[in-house]
């Protein structure tokens, strides 16, 4: 199969899409002329013009606030947030508006917008374009999240999100972008909402999803490779909806949890997990769940701090290994 | 006032319909058959009906939690609308919204708001389909003296007049911003100056005068049609009641209020129609006992209608 990096991906699934659908309208800060600061959108403004692929002001409550009138006037808009904190800034234009505005209607209207960031740390940016926001955005209701770890899944997954009728954030990773990947020729989507089992195992369940997908396969691979441990790892691949079914059908084997993730541990995605598995599934447990999150502290710069603020592959290993024990 | 008799009937109609409308709401919610929020926009019947009246069926339209007035003269359902403020499931958005959350995407109603501002880019963004599709269409955002210092208002008039969307901007200028008076909340010398800063378009027209509001939104929907970007509009008007029930109403003086009575839009609109086209009492006798009748079936409608069913909380959400 080729092999394509999560950024080419990316640009395969909106260029797909956009000549599928003239309604997709792509809207941002440097994502026409200049091609992304990312360079996701490199090449679009010459194939599909000024009107579908538009430089913004940098007015993120602005152009998200256009989003959702344009998304209930039939136009289906992709507003990019170059770095996801500045999500924070439009955060009226996302909750209070997208993801009300069908609900409060009583579904009169529907706003198909799909709201594409990158987010993650890792690089040194700091605490203010570091941060994850998943769990935001699972826990106020009205988004699809979905946060795709390999190219493969990047692609099918964004040709879903630019099909669905309801707002989906599209959550990729700053790190992920350079990475590389199978990619299958051809037409395909990935739906919404159904995780993948990314390495079989018997011993214990890891679940991640986005970059920290990655560090679960390293640890999972130090595990067998230094300790004889048979680790299976789940993709989770959307947290809303959340699969918790793939993640149960694991446990009946493996009756062992351990949930990774970058984002800050409080009331994160984990913890959501461990609910819902607790709801669903208590008696397959034989050892509490383990979670290895990011640290709740600002995300810093120095590699020496950082490195122990988000959850690096050892301290995967280490959190194993302890549940092992259990 | 130099429009039509029949176009002057039919407005002052519906300013009457919306008064009544508001008026029965209020005794409604003293009576606690409504639940929640309730901004009145007696007095306010001006902007509403010129404005909507100068647009077409199919323009778009967003406004405020203040926005009654507005839907309905951009068409909505009465029975739906009061069926909403009591909560039913008959309701324009199935009691799931109530009064500050009417939509009806068939008379182009992208919704009532309960975020200060936030109308503004949403009004924008439909501005620009109606630019990308080269339809005609226009929208109009209809907002109050407070939301010009909102961020969003800012950004969205910014991106409006640099890609030129056919928007018309209404400020209703009712001189308070909840409790707080135009003076304390901003440096301006008239609203209207806001638009400066962006190289708008911006005109002040008196907002208790239909005529006046209706001409001002006309001309602009027809610059707007044509290409030439948006408008500002600042119309002054003012709220004859407080800004929700039960507003002690401690920062207006009772004289100040007096003297806006005096400038009610519908008091002048029926004194117009009276002197100049001869409108005869006995006619509007016969307005007034329509619109009672209108709002006396919406209110039994409303009554009659049933609750959401529990199971309903978990409906209309998901695509
Ligand atoms: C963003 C935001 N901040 C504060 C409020 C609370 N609030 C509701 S109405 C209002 C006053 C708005 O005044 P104005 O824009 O002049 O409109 P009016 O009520 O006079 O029609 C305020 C502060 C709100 N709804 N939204
Ligand atoms: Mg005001």
């Known amino acids: 199969m080729r092999e394509l990096t999560y950024t080419q991906a990316l640009r395969e699934a909106l260029t797909e899409e956009m000549e599928r659908d003239p309604n997709i309208i792509l809207m941002g800060e440097d994502i026409g002329a200049y091609g992304g600061v990312f360079r996701v959108t490199e090449g679009l403004l010459a194939r599909f013009g000024p009107e579908r692929v538009r ?29 996801m904190d500045f999500a924070l800034v439009a955060a009226d234009s996302i909750w209070n508006q997208a993801a009300k505005m069908r609900a409060m209607s009583g579904g009169r209207v529907k706003v198909p917008m799909v709201i594409r960031a990158q987010q993650g740390g890792g690089r040194g940016n700091g605490a203010q374009h570091s941060q994850s926001f998943e769990a935001l ?94 680790a299976e790892v789940i993709d989770l691949r959307c947290t809303a909806p959340m699969d918790i079914e793939t993640i149960v059908k694991s446990l009946r084997k493996t009756h062992r949890l351990l949930i990774t993730h970058e984002s800050h541990a409080s009331c994160g995605v984990g913890a959501e997990i461990a609910m819902r598995v607790m709801e669903t599934a208590f008696d397959e447990l034989d050892a509490p769940i383990m979670r290895v999150a990011g640290l709740d502290v600002p995300i810093p710069v120095a590699k020496t701090l950082e490195d122990v603020v988000l959850p690096q592959p050892d301290a995967i290993v280490r959190g194993a290994l302890k549940l092992m024990k259990e | 006032m130099s429009l039509p008799k029949d176009l002057l009937l039919s407005m002052y109609e519906r300013m009457a319909l919306i008064r009544a409308f508001e008026e029965a709401c209020v005794q409604l919610y003293m009576e606690k058959e409504i639940r929640g929020s309730f901004h009145p926009c007696v007095g306010q019947e001006a902007t509403a009906v010129g404005a909507c009246f100068a647009i077409n069926p199919d323009d778009y339209l967003t406004c405020t939690y203040r926005g009654h007035g507005a839907c309905i003269a951009k068409g909505i359902d009465v029975n739906a609308a009061m069926a909403e403020m009591l909560g039913r499931r008959t309701g324009v958005s199935k009691g799931k919204g109530g009064s500050m959350h009417w939509a009806d995407p068939s008379i182009g109603l992208l919704g009532e708001n309960a975020i200060v ?62 409790m707080t008076p135009l003076a304390k909340s901003n440096p301006l010398e008239q609203v209207a100056d806001r638009a400066k800063g962006y190289n708008m378009r911006a005109v002040v027209v008196d907002g208790n005068d239909v005529c006046a509001v209706y001409d001002a939104v006309r001309e602009a929907a027809r610059l707007a049609r044509a290409g030439e970007g948006p408008t500002f509009i600042e119309a002054r008007t003012y709220r004859l009641l407080g800004h929700m029930i039960g507003d002690s109403e401690s920062y207006r003086t009772k004289e100040e209020v007096a003297a806006w009575r005096e400038r009610d839009p519908i008091k002048r609109l029926r004194a117009h129609l009276a002197q100049a086209e001869g409108v005869t009492d006995a006619e509007f006798d016969a307005i007034h006992a329509r619109v009672q009748q209108q709002i006396a079936d919406a209110v039994k409608f409303a009554r009659e209608s049933p609750y959401p069913d529990p199971e309903e909380a978990y409906t209309d959400f998901w695509v």
Request: charged share 20%.
């Open chain 1, 55 to 83: 430089d913004t002001p940098i007015s993120e409550a602005g152009f998200i606030g256009m989003g959702v009138g344009l998304a209930m006037t039939g136009k289906r808009p992709v507003p990019e947030l170059m770095f």
């Open chain 1, 137 to 230: 955005f699972t826990h106020i209701p009205g988004f699809k999240v979905v946060l795709p770890a390999t190219p493969a899944d990047a692609k099918g997954l964004l040709k879903s999100a630019l099909r669905d009728e309801n707002p989906v954030m599209f959550i990729e990773h700053k790190l992920l972008y350079n990475t590389k990947g199978p990619v299958p020729d051809g037409e395909y989507t990935i739906p919404l909402g159904v995780a993948d089992v990314k390495r079989e195992g018997q011993d214990l369940t890891i679940v991640s999803y986005s970059r920290q997908l990655l560090f679960a396969l390293e640890a999972a691979e130090a595990l067998q490779r230094e300790h004889g441990i048979s």
């Open chain 2, 117 to 178: 501002a936030a109308g503004v880019p949403i009004a924008a963004g439909a501005a620009l389909s109606a630019q990308l599709d080269r339809n005609g269409r226009v929208a109009l955002t209809i907002f109050g003296d407070g939301a010009i210092n909102q961020g969003a208002f800012h950004e969205a008039l910014n991106m409006a007049q640099l890609w030129k969307l056919p928007l018309i901007l209404l400020c209703e200028n009712n001189l308070y911003a909840e």
